[in-house]
């Protein structure tokens, strides 16, 4: 069974792409068939991994409208080993579009059941709202979702209303909906605030926040812009260890083997 975690919090900046890439891209390495799906009209995470939006022939948006994931929209990465279904301008439409549709909510969620069992994971990046992307994205996180949190200054903001949502969802749309995890992101440890915020979050989700901490890294801003994860832009770097160990530690959750 393939396993579908989504990238959500509404908050703008806090590494959603940058986790989904990068988590993605260590999978990968760690031996699993990986799928990245950039719900985002933003399109970063197209970007992160090297595609040029403007010339995408299938995206998210044509899997949304018509409920289907065709083969020829998946882009394969041979040197990454990971596959990335891409966002494209049109998107961006896509939230007034679907407004009419019936079924709306759950249009991601039917077209990724096409791919059932053809990858291991396949990680989900949202856009920072909480419109029905977002929504889509949620029905479709299977498996639950990962929530990335800045540590930084009025950190929690902004998360009753993320967890509102998913309640909300929960209630109506989608009981099995979880939260299968916090990622503290961008921590700097020379900072006291940093290491209150690891506390504050870990006191609001108890036992809900994964130990592997995402460090600020000057490396993983950089990474972007040559189109690469982590994984091959800077193995070394801090920010490189904290994904792979953030990696194994979601397999070692799931009951999934690596060496
Ligand atoms: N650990 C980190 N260290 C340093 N810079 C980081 C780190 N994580 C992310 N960044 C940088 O911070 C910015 C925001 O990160 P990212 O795009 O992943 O956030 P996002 O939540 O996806 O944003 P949006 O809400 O706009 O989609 C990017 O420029 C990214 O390169
Ligand atoms: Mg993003």
Same mark, same amino acid.
């Given at each position: 069974?393939?396993?579908?975690?989504?990238?959500?919090?509404?908050?703008? *900046?806090?590494?959603?792409?940058?986790?989904?890439?990068?988590?993605?891209?260590?999978?990968?390495?760690?031996?699993?068939?990986?799928?990245?799906?950039?719900?985002?009209?933003?399109?970063?995470?197209?970007?992160?991994?090297?595609?040029?939006?403007?010339?995408?022939?299938?995206?998210?948006?044509?899997?949304?409208?018509?409920?289907?994931?065709?083969?020829?929209?998946?882009?394969?990465?041979?040197?990454?080993?990971?596959?990335?279904?891409?966002?494209?301008?049109?998107?961006?439409?896509?939230?007034?579009?679907?407004?009419?549709?019936?079924?709306?909510?759950?249009?991601?969620?039917?077209?990724?059941?096409?791919?059932?069992?053809?990858?291991?994971?396949?990680?989900?990046?949202?856009?920072?709202?909480?419109?029905?992307?977002?929504?889509?994205?949620?029905?479709?996180?299977?498996? *639950?979702?990962?929530?990335?949190?800045?540590?930084?200054?009025?950190?929690?903001?902004?998360?009753?209303?993320?967890?509102?949502?998913?309640?909300?969802?929960?209630?109506?749309?989608?009981?099995?909906?979880?939260?299968?995890?916090?990622?503290?992101?961008?921590?700097?440890? =020379?900072?006291?605030?940093?290491?209150?915020?690891?506390?504050?979050?870990?006191?609001?989700?108890?036992?809900?926040?994964?130990?592997?901490?995402?460090?600020?890294?000057?490396?993983?801003?950089?990474?972007?812009?040559?189109?690469?994860?982590?994984?091959?832009?800077?193995?070394?770097?801090?920010?490189?260890?904290?994904?792979?160990?953030?990696? =194994?530690?979601?397999?070692?959750?799931?009951?999934?083997?690596?060496?």
């Amino acid at each position: 069974m393939t396993r579908i975690y989504t990238l959500v919090n509404q908050k703008g *900046g806090v590494g959603k792409t940058t986790t989904a890439i990068n988590l993605g891209a260590y999978l990968a390495q760690l031996g699993q068939r990986v799928l990245v799906v950039d719900l985002d009209p933003q399109a970063n995470a197209t970007s992160c991994l090297g595609v040029d939006k403007s010339t995408v022939q299938g995206s998210t948006y044509e899997a949304l409208l018509s409920g289907d994931v065709p083969a020829s929209s998946i882009l394969f990465n041979e040197r990454l080993q990971i596959s990335l279904l891409p966002s494209s301008p049109s998107l961006a439409g896509a939230e007034i579009e679907l407004v009419e549709e019936s079924g709306r909510e759950f249009r991601l969620r039917s077209a990724l059941e096409s791919l059932d069992g053809k990858y291991d994971y396949i990680l989900i990046d949202c856009p920072p709202s909480l419109g029905i992307l977002t929504v889509n994205g949620l029905i479709a996180a299977r498996d *639950g979702v990962l929530v990335p949190v800045q540590c930084e200054y009025l950190a929690l903001e902004g998360l009753g209303q993320l967890t509102q949502t998913i309640e909300r969802v929960q209630a109506a749309l989608f009981p099995g909906l979880r939260v299968r995890g916090v990622i503290l992101t961008m921590f700097d440890p =020379r900072t006291n605030l940093s290491t209150d915020v690891v506390k504050e979050v870990k006191n609001h989700f108890p036992g809900q926040v994964f130990e592997s901490v995402v460090p600020r890294s000057i490396r993983l801003a950089e990474a972007p812009s040559y189109g690469l994860p982590i994984s091959a832009y800077s193995p070394s770097s801090v920010g490189a260890r904290a994904y792979e160990a953030l990696a =194994r530690e979601i397999l070692k959750g799931d009951g999934v083997k690596v060496h």
